[in-house]
């Protein structure tokens, strides 16, 4: 009996299955995310990628990058970082602030694959390491 409050027993099979059933319910209610990453290429020369990650669901998308510069981006200049092949965004444009010290600056993901980075406050120095997330609905 599912019911039963004795200790010391073992499960019989039907406590193991219906056990089973409801781990699996469970797990079935979860959501799902599928690594994705190879749609997701790198093409700024001026950065060392240390970590990047293209995940998505049903219908998210979750990208995430840690990233060294290998050079300054100046403040107010647009550089693009790399491109999506699928999974884009379904508006216009997906923009995530990016703090890096007492600064901010944007990453955007635009509905053409592009991701683009904008130094907003300050210049970016050459040897920071920044890290963003975001997720996005494809």
Do not use: C, H, W
Request: charged residues 15%; positive net charge; hydrophobic residues 40%.
């Amino acid at each position: 009996s599912l019911a039963a409050t004795t200790t010391g027993y073992a499960l019989d099979a039907i406590q193991g299955k219906a056990l089973n059933d409801k781990i699996t319910a469970i797990n079935d209610s979860l959501i799902k995310y599928f690594d994705i990453s190879p749609l997701l290429t790198i093409t700024a020369n001026n950065i060392t990628v240390n970590d990047n990650k293209l995940l998505r669901n049903s219908s998210l998308a979750l990208i995430y990058l840690k990233f060294t510069l290998k050079s300054v981006i100046s403040r107010g200049v647009d550089y693009t970082f790399g491109t999506l092949r699928g999974y884009t965004p379904k508006v216009s444009k997906v923009t995530t602030i990016i703090y890096f010290d007492d600064n901010m600056a944007v990453l955007s993901i635009l509905s053409t694959g592009s991701i683009i980075i904008r130094a907003i406050t300050a210049d970016i120095p050459k040897g920071y390491t920044l890290e963003v997330s975001t997720q996005y609905v494809y």
